[in-house]
């Protein structure tokens, strides 16, 4: 039995690592990768995204998707991913995407899939919530939606607000008022997902595929967090939930998005504990055996060529 998935990514430096993941985890059918702007612009995040799918020698298809949120335009970060999304890491040129639009694509495929598929979003989810206001009643092929997303303390890219919540706060709106359950991988959740030097160093040593060889030079371009002893794998954590669940704990809870104009704005509102008496409309992630998950991303991504 494996998980069919959408991937959904804005290929910078951490999505690179979820996607290898992704690709080397037998217990999932990566139906399509989409792609949307958003650590970087669209015309790198998509490249990235290629490149990195030809490294693996992967035939999954990856699609075109939005080059800004619903309303307004992405703002980047280059700080992190550098210019380039991957750190000035340079791979073979990836070639082209598949012709249709991501939007299309993922309503497409949960129109035909004989079983229901997970959505997983490790950037801006423009591209899924597009899908979902275009046909909503496709959401009843959805088995979950998976998302590293949120906050439900402080932000980082403002005082209030994560990156990918900020980038589109009104997309992942859409998605928590869809009616199926969405799991965050919050900044809480994969702050226990530090890189150090010394994990590096033990998965540098697992192989010499190119695919690792890339994942650990990608990783390494990260400069160090200014919070954190150690770099934050954020987006591999969705992956790692969905193939190997016993390594996190987690909570049902209600959640919700500010869409407000001001400070606040893309902070997600996680009430862990139903102090809102909302409907569970969530499940956020809250604890990680971190060495069991860099034991796993070592292993998976040694497999890939
Ligand atoms: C999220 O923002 C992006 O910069 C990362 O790729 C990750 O998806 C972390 O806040
Ligand atoms: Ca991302």
Not at 22 to 50: F, H, K, M, Q
Not at 104 to 125: K, Q, S, W
Not at 198 to 212: D, N, P, Q, S, W
Not at 214 to 233: E, K
């Amino acid at each position: 039995m494996t998980i069919p998935i959408i991937l959904d990514c804005d290929t910078g430096t951490d999505d690179a690592l979820a996607i290898l993941l992704a690709l080397a985890s037998p217990e999932l059918d990566v139906l399509a990768i989409t792609v949307a702007g958003g650590n970087v612009g669209l015309d790198r995040t998509l490249a990235n995204t290629l490149a990195l799918t030809k490294l693996a020698r992967s035939t999954v298809p990856v699609y075109q998707g939005a080059d800004r949120p619903l309303l307004g335009s992405f703002f980047n970060e280059p700080r992190i991913h550098g210019i380039d999304g991957l750190g000035g890491i340079v791979l073979p040129d990836g070639g082209q995407p598949a012709p249709e639009i991501a939007s299309d694509a993922i309503r497409r495929i949960l129109r035909t899939a004989p079983e229901p598929v997970t959505l997983v979003g490790i950037a801006p989810v423009t591209n899924l919530a597009l899908a979902l206001m275009t046909e909503p009643a496709l959401t009843a092929n959805i088995a979950q939606i998976v998302l590293m997303s949120g906050a439900w303390a402080e932000g980082n890219a403002t005082p209030a607000a994560e990156f990918n919540a900020l980038n589109d706060p009104e997309a992942l709106a859409v998605l928590l008022a869809c009616g199926r359950p969405v799991v965050f991988a919050t900044l809480e959740l994969t702050a226990q997902a530090l890189v150090t030097p010394e994990r590096l160093g033990v998965l540098r040593a697992l192989g010499t595929g190119l695919c690792l060889a890339a994942a650990c030079d990608i990783q390494a371009s990260v400069p160090p967090s200014r919070r954190l002893p150690g770099a934050p794998l954020h987006d591999p954590c969705t992956i790692a939930w969905l193939t190997r669940p016993e390594l996190f704990t987690s909570r049902a809870c209600s959640a919700r998005v500010d869409l407000g104009p001001g400070i606040g704005r893309g902070r997600t509102v996680i009430d862990r504990w139903n102090r809102t008496g909302d409907a569970l409309n969530a499940v956020v992630l809250e604890t990680l055996d971190a060495d069991g998950f860099f034991t796993l991303l070592g292993e998976r991504v040694a497999m890939l060529p």
